[in-house]
């Protein structure tokens, strides 16, 4: 008997329906044009890469990479684990047997891997390869002969085999990206775009997959839309623009009550001896902390700043503070940065506990907050990763860049009670009668060529059912066609919110409705 299982999305991820999902697109359509209008160009990236990729960019040690990723370990590193544990207990025919049965099949998986590309096909890989294979076909026929009880020749045998499979090249695994600004870095490389004329400005809008403990606000699927500047220049001015253009798209879909954060956090000129200094420091403090920052004073003492626990604040406001400690190229940076953001106008407060999460930032970093969020209130996160392209093999770039969490956003926006209303459907067309159908399935076809939402009932209905259901779905207008308006070659126009009614010509129709559509 088939289970009557109620499927429902995985924790952490949730459906966008209509019409969340118009305020969604007049979203992301909103970025398009701003962004657009500072001259970034959309770029799409795939949704998962090499896991290293992110290891290397954002840190081993964060949180995002150790804890939070979605990671899928290929299968021929599964087979090797299984292979490696068979072999280690051949002490009768039987486990002898399975032995063998998994190096055939890791063996198997193996040729497959090199052949479609999924493993590398290195001439170490390839030696390795066909070393093993010759020791499958003479394992294979020695068992056939008989000789199926383990003895020195077979141990020899596994030994050897061992070794060999431990060392093929399997390649790391790959991960559903927790961000993005990697995977621009990665395009950015891969496509040579420093060959390019002045700087790449480039923005994304898609999926982001975390493994975190969902909560208001907090998802394990959510949507960014981020902006990445990549070039030879770390000029504040472009530090600004990238805030400015932020600001404006906020300003813009009504996600007014925010504050933007800004701090410096040096480079590596000037953090490393600050972070030595905050360590000492921290040390002396070690007791008074919980456990996490105790954790946190070896392996990322920055980190401790980032705390919300309310008992550790007050020591966390003791601690030495890094725009105490910069360099003079870096307090200059800062410096020009404020003076760019005063030209501009823009509001902002400094943060010197602003830190990020991700590894790979130096001086400027940043972060907006929004009302009506709870806890989970930052909208966006981002800042300067100067050196970034270099550590995954590229050229010396400077990058800046920022990611905004839409989920977020949106959340705000509505709490904050400035969603638009958007236009959804405009014309209900309220036909009846077999001889009107014709009519009606020409007028919505004209009506919506002309750009009108046009919804058309595709079976027969009594008038007042039709008009009920035009109500419900929220329609501005019907458009009533009946057989005496098909005679008559005139419909009548119903404005649904006030009931207003005019008997209208067909050309008539179209024309008033398309100039409702206008306005
Ligand atoms: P991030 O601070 O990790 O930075 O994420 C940016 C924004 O994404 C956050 O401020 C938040 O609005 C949203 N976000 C993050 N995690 C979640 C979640 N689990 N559920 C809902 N929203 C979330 C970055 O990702 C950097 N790549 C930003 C950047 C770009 N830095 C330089 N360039």
């Known amino acids: ?193 420093q060959a390019l004329p002045g700087n790449q400005k480039l923005y994304y809008i898609g999926p982001m997959f975390r493994r975190e403990r969902p909560q208001k606000g907090r998802y394990r699927q959510f949507y960014q839309i981020g902006a990445e500047v990549l070039g030879q220049s770390d000029a504040p001015a472009i530090d600004a623009e990238v805030l400015e253009m932020l600001l404006v798209f906020f300003n813009r879909v009504g996600l007014t009550r925010t504050t933007l954060y800004v701090n410096s956090i040096g480079d590596k000129n000037c953090r490393p001896q600050y972070v030595e200094l905050l360590r000492e420091e921290l040390r002396k403090v070690k007791d008074k902390l919980k456990e996490d920052s105790q954790r946190r004073i070896e392996t990322n003492p920055l980190r401790v700043l980032d705390s919300k626990i309310p008992e550790e604040q007050s020591i966390i406001e003791t601690l030495p503070r890094i725009s105490d400690h910069l360099c003079d190229e870096c307090r200059a940076h800062f410096a020009k940065l404020k003076e760019e953001l005063n030209l501009r106008r823009i509001d902002y407060k400094e943060n010197w506990r602003l830190v990020r999460g991700l590894d790979y930032y130096t001086r400027t970093t940043f972060e907006v907050t929004a009302e009506g969020l709870g806890s989970q209130n930052a909208v966006c996160g981002g800042g300067r990763y100067d050196g970034l392209v270099e550590l995954l093999g590229g050229p010396p770039t400077k990058g800046i860049g920022f990611a905004i969490g839409t989920d977020r956003s949106i959340l705000s926006i509505e709490e904050g009670g400035n969603a638009p209303k958007l236009s959804g459907l405009a014309v209900y067309i309220a036909w009846m009668g077999l001889a009107s159908y014709p009519t009606a399935v020409n007028i919505a076809r004209k009506l919506r060529a002309a750009g009108l939402s046009v919804e058309l009932p595709p079976e027969e209905m009594k008038f007042k059912k039709s008009l009920g259901l035009a109500d419900k779905l929220g329609a501005r207008y019907a458009v009533i066609i009946g057989e005496d308006e098909v005679a008559s070659r005139t419909f009548t126009l119903k404005r649904l919110a006030d009931g207003d009614q005019k008997k209208l010509a067909e050309g008539e129709l179209l024309e008033y409705l398309e100039s409702e559509r206008r306005r």
């Open 1 to 193: 008997m088939s289970e009557r299982k109620q499927f429902r999305a995985i924790k952490g991820t949730r459906d966008i329906l209509p019409p969340d999902s118009a305020l969604w697109n007049w979203f992301e359509h909103s970025a398009r044009e701003v962004f657009e209008s500072y001259n970034f160009g959309e770029i799409r990236t795939p949704i998962f890469e090499e896991t290293s990729l992110f290891a290397r960019s954002i840190g081993a040690n964060t949180d995002v990479v150790s804890k939070e990723m979605y990671t899928f370990e290929k299968k021929l590193e599964i087979l090797r684990g299984a292979f490696l544990q068979s072999s280690s207990g051949v002490t009768d025919a039987a486990s002898l047997r399975k032995y063998l049965q998994y190096l055939a099949v890791f063996v198997d998986n193996l040729q497959r891997g090199i052949t479609v590309g999924e493993v590398s096909n290195a001439p170490e890989n390839v030696e390795v390869f066909s070393i093993l294979t010759a020791i499958v076909v003479e394992s294979v026929a020695r068992h056939d002969n008989g000789q199926s009880e383990p003895d020195d020749r077979w141990n020899e045998q596994l030994r050897r085999s061992r070794i060999l499979v431990e060392q093929v090249d399997i390649g790391g695994g790959e991960s559903l990206r927790p961000e993005a600004t990697a995977s621009v870095c990665r395009a950015y490389i891969e496509h040579n775009m």
